[in-house]
């Protein structure tokens, strides 16, 4: 680190160095606090008096996960009796080892990896007046040392108006314990993956498209038991064996037009990589999905409507299939469960007619229940780090799009999984 520059890069390890070196004073105000730091800090703290030492951080378990800082940082503190000021919100970072002193912006590992050289700045060094105004704003010993030493009673009085402009509080034990069990319950993602993921966040995405409901024409209902033990024939053949057929399969309410048109919308806008990675979207063409999938939605309200308005008929129609179909052989061979359930010892066809009513009505659906059922399912996933891990993976994306030049993400993409493994 050059000594003459004002723009200067300033990562973890070089915070370390320079914090070991400390002969009078530390103070370190950031969002949070990497291992490496807090190991620095815990060794000068042997030597210089505790007030001389001033670290204040946004404790919170958001600030962990972004990657500001690590929990055990702070547990290494605590274990030394090193006081950690919780300042909630702090995003902005300031280190004053002596009297050097240096405004710099704290990295995200989760989004990136901390500044490798000086041609990455970070950090702009404080001239010594800057240096005395953080201090007072920031350290309660440097404006008590600062007010004992005002040279007049009006730079006294001045001095003591000064507030601390951050936390005043101690990171309690209570609230320490409480965001240690968040992060052990559901730990932070390992930054370096999470940053190789990203490398592809802005290309692609998977999803899921499916229509349930709608496909009335298919649905078909379970004979009760009771109406099978009539020993029916074999009339109404493709229809009524154990099951039947809700409907005709030709009905004007069959949803076939709308699952043509969706698979349609599948197949201009999504690609399949096949089972094993399943179905994904380029983000660019997202926008239009979505105008399509809105329209489509207007299309299915609108055929919910159109069900609604006709499908009680229908089903009417079917219940009443299949009670002729069974009603002669329910008069000519009626069971002890069905004469069980009348009041007379000589039933009429109405009573015939009625029991196998009740009995199909347990079965067959409202109106009302089939229109709900139909729903459009759409969701999306971002890509995750074991299927890009995958080497067939990208062999795949390029058959699905030719068109695409996937190279450089590629090449990005192994070129951080070989900064990880240096």
Same mark, same amino acid.
């Given at each position: 680190?050059?000594?003459?520059?004002?723009?200067?890069?300033?990562?973890?390890?070089?915070?370390?160095?320079?914090?070991?070196?400390?002969?009078?004073?530390?103070?370190?105000?950031?969002?949070?606090?990497?291992?490496?730091?807090?190991?620095?800090?815990?060794?000068?703290?042997?030597?210089?008096?505790?007030?001389?030492?001033?670290?204040?951080?946004?404790?919170?378990?958001?600030?962990?996960?972004?990657?500001?800082?690590?929990?055990?940082?702070?547990?290494?503190?605590?274990?030394?009796?090193?006081?950690?000021?919780?300042?909630?919100?702090?995003?902005?970072?300031?280190?004053?080892?002596?009297?050097?002193?240096?405004?710099?912006?704290?990295?995200?590992?989760?989004?990136?990896?901390?500044?490798?050289?000086?041609?990455?700045?970070?950090?702009?060094?404080?001239?010594?007046?800057?240096?005395?105004?953080?201090?007072?704003?920031?350290?309660?010993?440097?404006?008590?040392?600062?007010?004992?030493?005002?040279?007049?009673?009006?730079?006294?009085?001045?001095?003591?108006?000064?507030?601390?402009?951050?936390?005043?509080?101690?990171?309690?034990?209570?609230?320490?314990?409480?965001?240690?069990?968040?992060?052990?319950?559901?730990?932070?993602?390992?930054?370096?993956?999470?940053?190789?993921?990203?490398?592809?966040?802005?290309?692609?995405?998977?999803?899921?498209?499916?229509?349930?409901?709608?496909?009335?024409?298919?649905?078909?209902?379970?004979?009760?038991?009771?109406?099978?033990?009539?020993?029916?024939?074999?009339?109404?053949?493709?229809?009524?064996?154990?099951?039947?057929?809700?409907?005709?399969?030709?009905?004007?309410?069959?949803?076939?037009? +709308?699952?043509?048109?969706?698979?349609?919308?599948?197949?201009?806008?999504?690609?399949?990589?096949?089972?094993?990675?399943?179905?994904?979207?380029?983000?660019?063409?997202?926008?239009?999905?979505?105008?399509?999938?809105?329209?489509?939605?207007?299309?299915?309200?609108?055929?919910?409507?159109?069900?609604?308005?006709?499908?009680?008929?229908?089903?009417?129609?079917?219940?009443?299939?299949?009670?002729?179909?069974?009603?002669?052989?329910?008069?000519?061979?009626?069971?002890?469960?069905?004469?069980?359930? +009348?009041?007379?010892?000589?039933?009429?066809?109405?009573?015939?007619?009625?029991?196998?009513?009740?009995?199909?009505?347990?079965?067959?659906?409202?109106?009302?229940?089939?229109?709900?059922?139909?729903?459009?399912?759409?969701?999306?996933?971002?890509?995750?780090?074991?299927?890009?891990?995958?080497?067939?993976?990208?062999?795949?994306?390029?058959?699905?799009?030719?068109?695409?030049?996937?190279?450089?993400?590629?090449?990005?993409?192994?070129?951080?999984?070989?900064?990880?493994?240096?």
């Amino acid at each position: 680190m050059n000594p003459h520059h004002i723009f200067c890069a300033l990562d973890s390890k070089r915070m370390a160095s320079l914090i070991r070196s400390a002969k009078h004073r530390v103070c370190y105000a950031a969002p949070g606090l990497q291992l490496a730091v807090a190991q620095a800090i815990r060794e000068v703290a042997e030597t210089l008096p505790a007030d001389t030492i001033t670290v204040s951080i946004d404790f919170n378990e958001r600030v962990m996960r972004m990657g500001y800082g690590h929990i055990d940082a702070i547990r290494l503190l605590n274990a030394a009796n090193v006081p950690v000021i919780n300042s909630p919100g702090l995003r902005s970072a300031v280190l004053i080892v002596d009297d050097d002193g240096f405004v710099f912006t704290p990295t995200a590992l989760y989004l990136e990896t901390e500044p490798q050289s000086e041609e990455t700045p970070n950090a702009i060094r404080l001239q010594p007046g800057q240096i005395s105004e953080v201090l007072l704003r920031l350290s309660p010993a440097a404006r008590t040392e600062a007010i004992a030493a005002a040279s007049s009673e009006q730079k006294r009085e001045k001095l003591t108006a000064i507030q601390v402009e951050v936390g005043v509080n101690e990171v309690s034990p209570q609230k320490f314990q409480e965001v240690a069990e968040n992060l052990r319950l559901a730990p932070p993602v390992k930054f370096d993956v999470a940053r190789r993921v990203q490398v592809f966040e802005p290309y692609l995405q998977y999803v899921e498209i499916g229509l349930r409901g709608a496909a009335i024409q298919r649905q078909r209902v379970e004979i009760p038991k009771a109406i099978q033990k009539l020993d029916a024939g074999k009339d109404l053949e493709g229809r009524l064996r154990t099951t039947f057929d809700l409907i005709e399969k030709d009905s004007k309410v069959s949803s076939k037009a +709308l699952e043509d048109e969706l698979n349609e919308i599948r197949k201009d806008l999504t690609r399949t990589l096949g089972r094993q990675f399943g179905r994904v979207i380029l983000k660019s063409i997202r926008t239009r999905l979505d105008e399509r999938i809105a329209v489509f939605r207007t299309k299915l309200a609108a055929h919910q409507k159109s069900v609604e308005a006709t499908i009680e008929q229908k089903l009417a129609e079917s219940r009443q299939q299949v009670v002729e179909h069974y009603l002669k052989i329910a008069i000519d061979h009626p069971t002890d469960e069905m004469l069980g359930g +009348l009041l007379t010892p000589e039933p009429t066809e109405h009573d015939f007619r009625k029991w196998l009513d009740t009995q199909l009505s347990k079965v067959f659906p409202t109106a009302d229940k089939i229109t709900l059922a139909m729903t459009l399912d759409v969701s999306f996933k971002d890509v995750t780090f074991e299927t890009l891990n995958q080497p067939e993976f990208f062999a795949t994306l390029k058959d699905a799009y030719p068109n695409v030049d996937w190279d450089k993400p590629y090449e990005d993409f192994q070129a951080l999984g070989e900064k990880i493994s240096e």
